[in-house]
């Protein structure tokens, strides 16, 4: 994995505003059929996966995880976040050929 790269990425569409952290505000987003990747940390406790996991599931929304909670908050220049929802397409692709 690419780790310097997806987490460039990831501060750039952060600075866009092309994203939102935190388990409510993705699930809402994915709800709302704005959300293209879905970023979740693999130290998520199992009730968020399950959650964020079957949402991503019945919307088509495609997810990713990532190693853990700190890592995916220093990319976006803040404290742990478990979640995080790319709401643009051309991030969210490249994204996932970056974490592939």
Known sequence: ???????????LANRARKLISGEE?????IRSGKAKLILL??????????KITDKC?????P????????L??????KEA???VAVL???FAKKLVTLLD
């Open 41 to 50: 940390s693999a130290d998520a406790s199992a009730n968020t996966t399950k």
């Open 72 to 77: 995916l908050g220093k990319a976006i220049g």
């Open 88 to 90: 643009d397409n051309g």
């Open 25 to 29: 505000l993705a699930v809402k987003e």
């Open 1 to 11: 994995m690419k780790s310097n790269q997806w987490m460039s990425l990831l501060g």
């Open 63 to 70: 997810y990713k995880v990532v190693e853990d909670r700190y």
């Open 57 to 61: 599931h019945s919307y088509q929304v």
């Open 81 to 83: 976040r478990v979640v």
